[in-house]
């Protein structure tokens, strides 16, 4: 079962990737954002070419538990992306997968340098290993 993750941004949609076993996330890509029609349509074909079974879509809260404003984006894309392919969709805390994606990278000893810029796809993969990693708990 291949499942894909989006982070979806204001700007760019990271995408990761997991293997047939849905063991391992990997990065994929970073798609531009242009509309939420035309974002939907690229993930949803990225999805199919992939021989997706699943997309997992990260979702931000606030204090309380409500989709902050970027959640709410994330949810309304959702509904966009089910408009436009029927593969199973699930939506997944990813508070802070920035900040643990960025951290990482410096635990990994990635220089500064490389490390400059967008952390999109990665992301993405701290949403996706976080999913597999509770599904595999449950």
Not at 31 to 45: F, G, K, N, P, T
Not at 59 to 77: H, I, T
Not at 118 to 124: L, V
Request: proline fraction near 4%.
């Amino acid at each position: 079962m291949r499942i894909l993750a989006v982070d979806h941004g204001e700007k760019r949609i990271g995408l990761a990737l997991s293997d047939p076993t849905a063991t391992i996330a990997s990065p994929l890509k970073v798609v531009q954002h242009v509309s939420r029609l035309i974002d939907a349509a690229q993930v949803a074909d990225i999805a199919t070419q992939n021989q997706v079974d699943l997309i997992v879509i990260g979702q931000s809260f606030d204090d309380e538990g409500n989709p902050n404003p970027a959640g709410r984006r994330a949810g309304r894309f959702a509904d966009e992306l089910r408009n436009q392919t029927d593969i199973p969709i699930e939506m997944w805390d990813e508070s802070f997968s920035t900040r643990t994606a960025r951290a990482a990278r410096i635990e990994l000893g990635v220089s500064r340098k490389k490390r400059a810029g967008h952390q999109d796809e990665f992301a993405a993969v701290v949403i996706l290993q976080s999913y597999l990693e509770a599904r595999r708990s449950s």
